[in-house]
């Protein structure tokens, strides 16, 4: 048995892998015959090693094997349109050639899990390696299909919750399921039997506020502007200001831009230390650093100081300043949009 498990969504990766577990026998016994790989470091021989040991009072023996196929990742200028140079990525194939075959004639009594981030589909190996395997990739979760999500989640653990409450709770939380799994436990405990409504979301999510912020941040570059503005409403009636939030917008564009230069160097622990994050503001920009490009934040930034100087110079008071740059920020297409609002 093979599989091949990978994205950015590692708490679907982390219940995929349960299931199979579940599907190979008495838990007690498969632990005993399972072992953890570093694939960084893995060798093929050691592989085989590992994957060749008979399981010990067990019809099978489980070897999962974490972030091998990354590097196998085509990295930037490796892939030429005709010809292809010899690369790195070639070298690193060479030491592993003989996997696919190995793993035809792989025991019957060996589960093989490879389980990885976010891979390219030119990924060689992974090209190689997904016809002989069950490979399933977990996209992080958004619009429709999380709050699909969170309704089956809570109807799983015997709850129910309605539409309103979904919507909100996707919108403060967003795609990470460790986070959002965790607050819904605590949404059933505080609902005690009946279904979790909004004002209990509104009541119970610690981090609401903030997290208005990131999702006004969200929508924002990602040009929704009916979810942007209902943000900002939101936040008014919870008594933020809009200096407050113009100063939090700045705060959280300023950090995407960092963690995208650090990430490159530092791990998430070193970054959360060096910008004094909590985790949950940290998870949050690791994301947003992920899936907005240098120009996108680049853009809104610029928009951004050109809010900060309407309001100084007196143009527009700080409320109407923000209605603007929400609206431009959603709207824009470029440095230049004939859907952009009109300021002067």
Known sequence: MFYILYGEDDFS??????????????AETLAVNTVSLDGEHLTLNELRHNCDTVP????????VVNSLLKHFEPRRGELRSGSRAVTKTDDKL??????????KQMTPTTALV????????????????SPLAESRGFSRLQHKRLTTWIQQWVTKKNGAITPEATDLLAQLIGGNLWAMSNEIDK?????????????????????????NIFVLVDAALERRPEVAHRIL?????????????????TR??????QTKELSSRLSPSQIQAKLGLK?????KTLDQAKSYDFERIKQAYGRLLEADVDIKTGRYNDRIALELLIAELCYSKGTHSNNVVERY
């Not at 990766?13 to 008495?26: P, Y």
């Not at 060479?94 to 075959?101: C, I, P, V």
């Not at 985790?279 to 998870?283: E, H, V």
């Open 233 to 249: 409403h939101r936040l008014y009636q919870e008594g933020a200001s809009s200096a407050y939030v113009l100063v939090m917008i």
């Open 56 to 63: 010990f009072l067990s019809p099978y023996r489980l070897v």
């Open 13 to 26: 990766i982390h219940q995929a892998l349960g299931e199979i577990k579940e599907g190979l026998g008495d």
């Open 94 to 103: 060479k030491e592993w050639k003989d996997l696919a075959s190995y793993i």
């Open 114 to 129: 490879l389980i990885d981030g976010k891979l390219n589909k030119q990924n060689p190996l992974l090209k190689e390696l």
């Open 252 to 257: 959280q564009l300023r950090l995407i831009v």
């Open 279 to 283: 985790s949950y503001a940290l998870d």
């Open 187 to 211: 949404l059933l405990l505080y609902a005690q039997g009946r279904s979790i409504e909004e004002n209990d979301v509104r009541q119970l999510v610690s981090y609401a506020q903030e997290a």
